[in-house]
């Protein structure tokens, strides 16, 4: 039985976005459900409601708008996370970074090669046949119509649909409709099975009068897919019982689930892999080792009933921007200088990398707890392709003693979840080798108050999805994802935070407080996957 994420990790981000989809493959989806619309002006977009209201804030009917319009709202602005009273996903001071509806040719572009697709097609306005082959159109064009069963309500769309293309299998969105109506589609090969909900298949662990008929006909005829059934209690999330229940049943294609990270408890097989809490003043250096970003004396590392990275004020020299030519002239080239040996003195962070390598797919999370939350400071967990360098239990004396593998945003390719700065929490990555290339998500949430929170990232093959929990967020909040296919099958983990210099964007002329901080690392777990059901 396939689990489908319908809207993807829908709790845990806004329904039917980017970082809901593909977050919820990335957690362990065997199929990814969405919901296609036809706009106005004849684009086909992945939403799940055809009245945004309660998603984006504002009224519209999805049919009656252009996708110009549709772009003009924010569709992150009715989500939260459960537990949440006050939650922004994004900062809706910057509506640069609103969500826009993801384009089913987009959706298709983003799609791993190794999880199927369930699209439900809401009734059209009118034009059943346009809106039947735009939508085939747009599978025949990545070859997609062998993993894509497509649901609607309609049977003229579903007629049509079986005309444009027979390999595509097809089921009756029979919610609401009549049982006899549902067995009467099946029964004469219109459809490949019915899309219900699980109470009207299953009830008391026995099958109804319904779910046998279905399951006497599917049989008889073979049917590729049978039933697909959703949870409609505590909040559309598959439940182990209900799981339970349905994976005995063989002609139950799929069920489908909002959150892949509850549901995916109990049907991906795990291990742990790592368990620490850092407590006490002891490091098993067979495991971890410490590290410091740059050759200087202002950062300290150090366990401590956690992993400390503690950074003291700075007392150097960072003079104002030089107002002769001259003094501007030896500024810019001592800032080379700095730049050519990346050892900047006022650049100073580190923290502790696991010296046991990751292999395969994994879930990492951490708690962190930070002293100072500003510009110019940020802390994160990644995964890298080298190792930790050699452990250092004192402060560095020379450039020898630091590792780039302890700089966050360091070492690349790599991909990690951060707090950056006061902005928010997003996902970062770089796919080649330069520093210069490094990548970042839009922040998510809000980075100005907190002071502490848990980071979780999260691998399947070359996707990675990051999520963050505070309070406030007390559920999980994907703040991004990303594909790196230059990140090898075994990488290595770090919790690292630093410190540096940064222009005043309100001022180019002066440079934003350079803090003293101190970053604290605890609970670090780590869970691997391997094959197969439990």
Not at 58 to 72: F, I, Q, S, W, Y
Not at 79 to 108: C, K, M, N, S, T
Not at 186 to 197: C, I, K, S
Request: charged fraction near 25%; include cysteine.
């Amino acid at each position: 039985m396939k689990i489908i994420a319908r809207g993807g990790n829908a709790l845990h981000a806004p329904d039917s976005s980017t970082s809901a989809l593909l977050g919820a493959y990335v957690s362990g989806a065997d199929a990814l459900g969405v919901a296609v619309q036809r706009t106005r002006d004849d684009r086909l977009v992945v939403l799940s409601e055809r009245d945004v209201s309660s998603s984006a804030g504002k009224p519209g009917r999805v049919d009656e708008m252009t996708l110009a319009e549709l772009n003009e709202l924010d569709f992150s602005a009715g989500f939260r996370p459960r537990g949440a009273a006050r939650f922004h996903y994004v900062d809706p001071a910057q509506p640069q970074r609103r969500i826009r509806p993801l384009l089913f040719a987009e959706l298709l572009e983003l799609l791993p090669e190794d999880v199927a697709l369930f699209v439900e097609l809401a009734p059209p306005p009118a034009g059943a046949d346009a809106y039947a082959r735009q939508v085939v159109e747009a599978l025949d064009a990545r070859a997609l119509g062998a993993r894509t069963v497509v649901s609607a309500a309609d049977p003229e769309l579903l007629r049509v649909l079986a005309g444009l293309a027979p390999r595509v299998n097809l089921v009756f969105d029979g919610r609401g409709a009549r049982a006899e109506d549902c067995l009467a589609l099946v029964a004469r090969g219109a459809v490949d099975g019915v899309f219900t909900d699980i109470a009207a298949v299953v009830t008391d662990g026995r099958l109804t009068a319904f779910g046998a008929e279905i399951e006497r006909v599917a049989r008889r005829l073979g049917c590729a897919i049978g039933a697909v059934l959703r949870p409609v209690a505590t909040a559309d999330v598959l439940g182990r019982a209900q799981y339970d229940e349905l994976r005995r049943l063989s002609f139950v294609w799929g069920a489908t689930t909002a959150s892949m990270l509850e549901t995916a408890v109990f049907t991906r097989q795990s291990a742990t892999l790592i368990e620490e809490s850092f407590a006490g003043d002891a490091l098993d250096r067979r495991r971890f080792a410490l590290g410091y970003a740059k050759a200087n004396s202002y950062c300290r590392v150090y366990p401590g009933d956690g992993i400390h990275v503690e950074i003291a004020a700075y007392d150097g020299a960072a003079p104002p921007i030089a107002d002769s030519p001259l003094e501007r002239r030896l500024q810019e080239i001592e800032a080379r200088l700095m730049d050519a040996s990346r050892d900047w003195p006022f650049y100073s962070g580190g923290g502790v990398g696991v010296r046991v390598g990751l292999r395969g797919d994994f879930v990492a999370e951490v708690d962190y707890t930070t002293e100072s939350v500003c510009q110019a400071t940020t802390l994160e967990m990644a995964v890298v392709n080298v190792d930790p360098g050699p452990h250092r239990g004192e402060p560095p004396r020379s450039f020898r003693d630091k590792d780039s593998f302890y700089d966050p945003h360091g070492a690349p390719p790599f991909c990690g979840v951060e707090h950056d700065e006061d902005d928010g929490f997003r996902i970062n990555w770089n796919l080649g080798s330069e520093y210069d290339s490094n990548q970042y998500g839009g922040p998510v949430g809000d980075g100005k108050t907190p002071r502490g929170g848990r980071l979780r990232l999260e691998r399947r093959g070359a996707c990675f999805a990051a999520y963050y929990r505070n309070d406030d967020a007390t559920d999980w909040v994907c703040c991004g994802t990303a594909r790196n296919e230059s990140l090898n099958p075994t990488v290595f983990l770090r919790c690292v935070g630093k410190r540096w210099r940064q222009e005043d964007e309100n001022d180019p002329s002066k440079w934003v407080p350079i803090v003293a901080n101190h970053f604290v690392f605890r609970n670090l777990k780590v869970m691997g996957f391997g094959g197969g059901e439990p």
